[in-house]
């Protein structure tokens, strides 16, 4: 038996090979996880979360997660701040190859 075969993975390990997560840099790698143990987030709601005041440092990481299919828009809602509708995203279910979920 390989020494391979008998090791197990972290579950959050799984979840990111599953996604093709490892495949994006540090900040895209950092939004997923936010989402993913904070559930449906706003632009707005990632950046403060994770400590940004200006929203272009993470909302083109989640428009290239949305683009690749790891994360999904899930609805709309009134931002507090400034009054206008915006995306509330989520990770997609199930693992995801080629931006196409299994």
Do not use: C
């Amino acid at each position: 038996m390989s020494r391979h075969a008998s090791h197990r993975m972290h579950a959050n390990s799984v979840d990111a090979y599953l996604t093709g997560i490892e495949h994006f840099g540090e900040r895209a790698r950092a939004v997923f996880e936010w989402v993913r143990v904070h559930g449906p987030s706003t632009d707005r709601n990632v950046m403060a979360g994770l400590g940004y005041t200006d929203p272009n440092a993470t909302r083109p990481r989640i428009s290239e997660l949305v683009e690749a299919g790891i994360l999904i828009e899930v609805g709309n809602v009134r931002d507090a701040v400034t009054g206008k509708t915006v995306r509330m995203v989520d990770v997609r279910r199930g693992p995801v190859q080629m931006g196409m979920v299994l």
